[in-house]
Nanobody, 124 residues
Framework: QVQLVESGGGLVQAGGSLRLSCAAS????????MGWFRQAPEKQREFVTS????????AIADSVKGRFIIARDNAKNMVYLQMSSLKPEDTAIYYC?????????????????WGQGTQVTVSS
């Protein structure tokens, strides 16, 4: 089992930056693929970005490419999402996710573990 706890959400103005953190714990926390999804009101949960356990492979959604960066610190069992140039359409609950496979995919049902989510609100 892997437990995930997100932090760092909040309210920010358009054009601003925010960094989300996710603390992972459990037996295999350091050898799992980590990722971020988000869900806006009345919308489906969507893939944002992911990073393999060795940080050798990352994937990112076109909608955030060039603005969001994912990073991980395996020594601390942490994964981060640095968000810059935020837009109102980035407003959503952001979820940390984890999966033991190397390429879990971009659909939420393909990921095994989830955090409780953290709210990000971008004002115009």
């Amino acid at each position: 089992q892997v437990q995930l706890v997100e932090s760092g959400g909040g309210l920010v103005q358009a054009g601003g930056s925010l960094r989300l953190s996710c603390a992972a714990s459990g037996r295999t926390a350091s050898r799992i693929t980590m990722g971020w999804f988000r869900q806006a009101p009345e919308k489906q949960r969507e893939f944002v970005t992911s990073i393999s356990w060795s940080a050798g492979r990352t994937a990112i959604a076109d909608s955030v490419k060039g603005r969001f960066i994912i990073a991980r610190d395996n020594a601390k069992n942490m994964v981060y999402l640095q968000m810059s140039s935020l837009k109102p359409e980035d407003t959503a609950i952001y979820y940390c996710a984890a999966d033991p496979s190397f390429q879990p995919g971009t659909l939420s049902h393909q990921w095994d573990y989830w955090g409780q989510g953290t709210q990000v609100t971008v004002s115009s």
